[in-house]
């Protein structure tokens, strides 16, 4: 399973994009880790 990373930084709507962004690789199968160096990409 690929593992994706975010960094999030600035307003509200920067962290509500990144909570669908995270949702919707998820769902595609992509596990979101607490670490870029857990992370594939």
């Given at each position: 399973m690929p593992r994706a990373y975010f960094e999030t930084y600035g307003c509200a709507l920067?962290?509500?994009?990144?909570a669908i962004?995270?949702?919707v690789l998820a769902s595609h199968g992509y596990e979101i880790v607490d670490s870029i160096d857990d992370a594939d990409i």
């Open positions: 920067n962290h509500a994009d990144t962004m995270k949702s």
